[in-house]
């Protein structure tokens, strides 16, 4: 049994099945990933400020790079540690840190995101006394964010961010639904930290909503976090949903809360590092530039709402979870996101009632999973192709940057370029297939649009590279194995000599 697939047992992963994970905070699944030799200790003393980022880069130009543990920082007396890549482009990390086979592919890890996402488990609380981020807790004038590493990763970032592999907690004041993001946040002193939101996220919709009653938005954030909670905080859900409970159906168990020191909002009690704070109407500090996701920086300096904290607690020897933001493979927000996203716009076109969508995909090249979505039809109707390139594009889980929506027919997988591109070359005519949608959700992060007002607003290309509807009858075949032939091949394949496995085939020659 080799380290993948010993790992992959523990974790709770059996194929088609599995169990709750045997592991409950960031540090078991670190001791995981380390038995399958995807972790890289580097005892070596290291510069916060962009020598970490460029040693992640360097590192991480690869597919299934490993993560990255920074166990000594210049200058630091805290004892600290930062991780980096902890889950990057290894679609592996994924399936461990959610109980799926690692050995799946990335088409059949989709599909099983699906059901892991569709059973919400409510969290649960603890006494404070059990709670491990409650090692040390200080308050007043005891609290100094700047005794603790904080890295600096591009030369034209703004300053020190804290925040980047993070997550944020916030509430609704209508409903008390707890909204779980992922926003930066960039350290302006020993109880200052500035926190971005993006218009139209969830948390700044609920700090607007908090200062509209004339009150203090209340944040807790996390600094270091277990990779199922990192994931869940950087996709789409609803306005009503709570990413705690979609994180407690992922886990297979309830996430661990317990109360805080001076806000309501509760606070995770297995994470490394966590502050409490508020943010005031007016309040707001310089913020940013920061080097995204996008591979460039983003957003320029401006005036952004500032956290007044007022608690810190954390584990002993606590452990910052930072995400490189850079172009892909080397960015946090790598496989996981894709395949996560492409479950949820699946999820999305099922609720909407879309018939024949068989797979869909937003590869993580593009912006990291945001730029582009393929999404593949059996088609049934006229029109079909372009209905489900319509309602693709503007679903939930997609609405937001993405600017290339394709259409394909179902012998083509979505997650394969080489097959996107083949079909983009053989069954699309561009003055007939390709349509603009204007006006629509975008990201102050989009460098391609000028001036940078006009960038809440963007664009998306309808890219139909089906077979025309109105001539499948006519359409040339495409040149396809016979299914017992492919089959006669498959069950000789060690016979034949091969070590690895061979191409999962879905599309055969029509008999």
């Not at 890890?109 to 040390?136: G, H, Q, Y």
């Not at 707001?284 to 952004?304: C, H, I, N, V």
């Not at 069950?491 to 070590?499: D, I, T």
Request: with cysteine; charged share 20%; net charge negative.
């Amino acid at each position: 049994m080799d380290a993948l697939t010993a790992a992959k047992a523990a974790s709770g992963a059996n194929h088609g099945q599995r169990s709750a994970l045997e592991w409950r905070d960031l540090r078991e699944w670190l001791a995981l990933v380390e038995r399958i030799g995807e972790l890289k200790a580097i005892a070596a003393p290291v510069d916060p400020i962009e020598e970490i980022a460029a040693i992640t880069l360097l590192a991480t130009r690869e597919e299934r790079a490993p993560a990255l543990m920074f166990e000594r920082m210049q200058g630091d007396t805290s004892g600290s540690r930062i991780l980096t890549n902890m889950l990057g482009s290894s679609k592996e990390r994924f399936g461990l840190a959610v109980g799926l086979d690692p050995h799946l592919s990335i088409r059949e890890m989709i599909d099983a995101t699906r059901s892991l996402m569709a059973a919400p488990v409510k969290p649960v609380f603890v006494p404070k006394e059990e709670a491990p981020v409650n090692d040390v807790v200080l308050t007043g004038d005891d609290i100094d964010l700047t005794r603790f590493p904080v890295p600096q990763f591009w030369p034209g970032d703004g300053g020190r961010f804290i925040g980047t592999g993070n997550i944020t907690l916030t509430a609704s004041p209508d409903t008390g639904r707890i909204n779980v993001g992922c926003y930066r946040q960039m350290l302006h002193g020993p109880n200052r930290v500035g926190l971005y939101c993006s218009p139209g996220k969830h948390a700044l919709l609920d700090r607007e909503a908090w200062w509209a009653r004339g009150e203090p938005c209340e944040v807790v954030a996390a600094y270091g976090v277990d990779p199922v909670m990192f994931m869940v905080a950087a996709q789409s859900f609803g306005a009503e949903e709570s990413e705690l409970d979609v994180a407690g159906g992922i886990m297979g168990a309830p996430i661990a809360l317990t109360k805080a020191e001076f806000v309501k909002l509760p606070i995770p009690a297995h994470a490394e590092f966590v502050v409490e704070g508020l943010l005031h109407k007016g309040d707001t500090l310089p913020e940013g530039p920061l080097g995204e996701f996008t591979g460039y920086y983003g957003r320029e300096r401006s005036p952004q709402p500032v956290m007044e904290v007022k608690a810190v607690h954390h584990r002993k020897s606590p452990i910052f979870t930072h995400a490189l933001m850079a172009r892909y493979p080397s960015c946090e927000i790598g496989a996981y996101y894709a395949i996560m996203r492409s479950a949820r716009i699946l999820d999305d076109l099922e609720r909407i009632g879309v018939p024949g969508v068989v797979g869909a995909y937003s590869h993580p090249a593009a912006a990291s999973g945001w730029g582009m979505v393929v999404v593949s039809v059996q088609q049934k109707y006229a029109g079909h192709s372009a209905q489900v390139l319509a309602l693709a594009a503007q679903c939930p889980a997609a609405a937001y940057f993405t600017k290339w929506v394709i259409a394909v027919d179902d012998d083509v997988d979505p997650t394969d370029l080489n097959d996107v591109f083949w079909a983009l070359s053989t069954r699309c005519h561009p003055s007939e297939d390709i349509d603009i949608l204007r006006n629509t959700w975008s990201t102050g992060l989009d460098p391609s649009r000028f001036p940078p007002e006009l960038r809440p607003y963007g664009a998306k290309v309808l890219i139909n590279a089906c077979k025309p509807h109105r001539h499948l009858a006519q359409f040339p075949q495409s040149t396809l194995l016979r299914k017992s032939v492919h089959d006669r091949v498959v069950a000789r394949w060690s016979e034949l000599g091969f070590e690895c496995e061979p191409r999962k085939m879905t599309a055969f020659h029509n008999e």
